[in-house]
């Protein structure tokens, strides 16, 4: 059996990408941390703080993704911007190679 934690890290980065569920999660896991109730109670010591921790990890990890990719959407890298100027212009470039047989 695999260890839950990447499993669930994979299916909370997957939910919050999505934008028709973004908003609900970030407010689901912003209540859970407010929340007095917990899977783990905050009364017992370390124990009770680690789930909380946990989301706060994901949560931060995929919002600081999610301005990541926004950001890099908004400013294209230079690869980026020489492939769409290149496919927008369409051409093509010849290389002439002086061919030598080996005996």
Same mark, same amino acid.
């Not at 970030?26 to 010591?45: K, Q, R, T, V, W």
């Not at 999610?66 to 492939?83: K, R, S, Y």
């Given at each position: 059996? +695999?260890?839950?934690v990447?499993?669930i890290? +994979?299916?909370?980065?997957?939910v919050?990408?999505? !934008?028709k569920y973004? &908003?609900? $999660?970030?407010?689901?896991s912003?209540?859970?941390?407010?929340? !007095? #109730?917990?899977?783990? !109670? /905050?009364?017992?010591?370390?124990?009770?703080?680690? /789930? @909380?921790v946990? #989301?706060?990890?994901?949560?931060? *990890? *995929?919002?600081?993704? #999610?301005? =990541?990719? &926004?950001?890099q *959407? #908004?400013?294209? =890298?230079?690869?980026?911007?020489?492939?769409?100027?290149?496919s927008?212009?369409?051409? =093509?470039?010849?290389? @002439?190679? /002086?061919? $030598?047989s080996? @005996?």
């Amino acid at each position: 059996m +695999k260890f839950p934690v990447p499993i669930i890290s +994979k299916l909370y980065r997957t939910v919050l990408r999505n !934008p028709k569920y973004r &908003w609900p $999660v970030i407010l689901a896991s912003l209540l859970y941390l407010i929340s !007095p #109730l917990d899977i783990s !109670p /905050d009364f017992i010591p370390i124990l009770g703080q680690v /789930d @909380d921790v946990a #989301l706060l990890f994901l949560l931060v *990890g *995929g919002i600081s993704e #999610l301005l =990541t990719n &926004w950001m890099q *959407g #908004l400013n294209p =890298t230079p690869v980026q911007q020489e492939f769409h100027s290149e496919s927008s212009t369409a051409q =093509t470039q010849t290389v @002439d190679v /002086d061919a $030598v047989s080996i @005996d």
